[in-house]
């Protein structure tokens, strides 16, 4: 089963972005992470489970619409985790700690 059965009440998916910086020749990273939220179909594979952490699938979650500036525009490596599966209710309560 994909994620929309599992989680019918799911509508978003909590991920974090993670900048890097070169560091000795290295990619270290930042304390300044980002977390924001993406619409759950935008952050699935199409088998429709939730793109894995650190992948060319979850590094596109930083091209969506409402991804700040920082994840949008950052010219260094970095990576994007998926923190978390919400709903609206949750969302809009503030109670948004729903088990991936």
């Given at each position: 089963m994909g994620v929309l059965e599992d989680h019918?009440?799911?509508?978003d998916v909590r991920v974090t972005f993670h900048p890097q910086i070169w560091h000795h020749g290295r990619a270290?990273?930042?304390?300044?992470?980002?977390?924001y939220l993406v619409p759950l179909k935008q952050a699935l594979t199409p088998d429709g489970e939730l793109v894995?952490?650190?992948?060319?699938?979850?590094?596109?979650l930083t091209r969506v619409g409402n991804a700040p500036d920082i994840a949008r525009n950052w010219s260094g490596p970095f990576y994007v985790t998926v923190d978390e599966?919400?709903?609206?209710?949750?969302i809009e309560t503030g109670n948004e700690h729903t088990p991936r």
């Open positions: 019918p009440d799911a509508t270290v990273t930042s304390d300044d992470t980002e977390t894995a952490d650190d992948t060319d699938g979850s590094d596109q599966l919400v709903n609206e209710t949750e």
